[in-house]
């Protein structure tokens, strides 16, 4: 396998005759798993359960048949769509001495037909076709994602419930603030520790005291927010200890969000996101790095007309939020 790596196509010849190329389907209970055999007639085609050293035995299985066959097999490459069981598994094949990649979900052309049909079946040989596009080094049949380590992967997961957190925070204290609006009570203030407290002693525009059930959805509400901030706070607070007894090497994380937070205008939060979910993965240039962030354009041309469609929204979400703010 070449320690070099092209998300748009492979950098290794593909020898078709001592090869083993395996797409797999995904879904939470059973994986379909499709594969090119060199000595096969046909293309095999298994339905598994969703279990890690099943997909190895079978892999083993073609291996050892192929042998038999007359046909050696020297490299097994496996591919399967970016999508919720995250990187996991290749990372877990890569352990065992398979190739294995994480196809862009989005890279992969699908026909445009209003009502096209879709199986898994089907979707196996769209893979198919798109992996081996690639492995043959041909560019523009699919795009792969990087798989990060571990501990690149758990490094990100603060940052990330931080957010989530906060987008928490705000549809409690709105649903909260409409709630109250509808009895004309618009001067609460949510930020205080005794804004529960206060209920009690409310009035509403009529002067009568909020009813029980209101008040105690209010209760419940408040209780909610106070467990969302108090996590807010544990996360930063753990990561502000990180970053104070954190090594002081140049290509550290920790140094090098403090080295950006240092700037005028960025803080900690942005810092620690900018290092995480662009500085660490390493892009290309600075192209990449707008790419990723989606910052270009689409362009929209068709014989004479010429016109921009606005920014693309292929690339991370996240960044783009951070950037704009």
Not at 49 to 72: F, I, M, N, S
Not at 100 to 114: F, G, L, N, Q
Not at 193 to 214: F, K, M, S, V
Request: net charge positive.
């Amino acid at each position: 396998m070449s320690q070099s790596f092209d998300a748009s196509r492979s950098l290794t010849a593909l020898e078709q005759d001592n090869t083993i190329v395996a797409v797999i389907e995904m879904s939470k209970a059973k994986w379909l798993v499709a594969a090119l055999v060199p000595g096969f007639k046909r293309q095999p085609l298994k339905k598994l359960d969703a279990d890690a050293p099943a997909l190895l035995k079978l892999l083993q299985r073609w291996r050892d048949e192929a042998g038999q066959a007359g046909h050696p097999i020297k490299r097994i490459a496996v591919a399967y769509e970016a999508a919720g069981d995250g990187f996991w598994l290749a990372r877990w094949l890569r352990g065992q001495a398979i190739e294995a990649y994480t196809i862009h979900p989005a890279s992969v052309a699908v026909s445009r037909e209003h009502r096209r049909a879709k199986t898994d079946r089907l979707d196996t040989e769209l893979l198919m076709r798109a992996f081996l596009g690639w492995l043959r080094g041909e560019k523009c049949h699919c795009t792969m994602a990087a798989i990060p380590t571990m501990e690149e992967e758990d490094s990100r997961r603060p940052s990330r419930e931080r957010e989530r957190l906060v987008g928490e925070q705000t549809r409690l204290v709105n649903r909260i603030k409409a709630i109250l609006a509808r009895f004309g009570i618009r001067h609460l203030r949510l930020s205080l520790r005794q804004a529960a407290d206060r209920l009690e002693a409310i009035r509403t525009a009529e002067g009568t005291a909020l009813p029980h059930n209101t008040r105690a959805e209010l209760h419940r509400f408040l209780e909610r927010l106070s467990l969302v901030r108090q996590q807010i706070r544990a996360i930063e607070q753990e990561r502000e200890r990180k970053l104070a007894t954190g090594p002081a090497a140049e290509n550290d994380p920790h140094a090098m969000v403090r080295l950006i937070a240092r700037i005028i205008g960025i803080g900690v939060e942005t810092a620690d996101m900018l290092v995480h979910e662009i500085l660490s993965r390493g892009l290309r240039d600075r192209r990449a790095v707008a790419r990723y962030a989606r910052l270009t354009g689409s362009p929209d041309e068709s014989g004479q007309r010429r016109r921009e469609r606005g920014l693309a929204r292929a690339g991370n979400a996240r960044v783009r939020r951070q950037i704009w703010r």
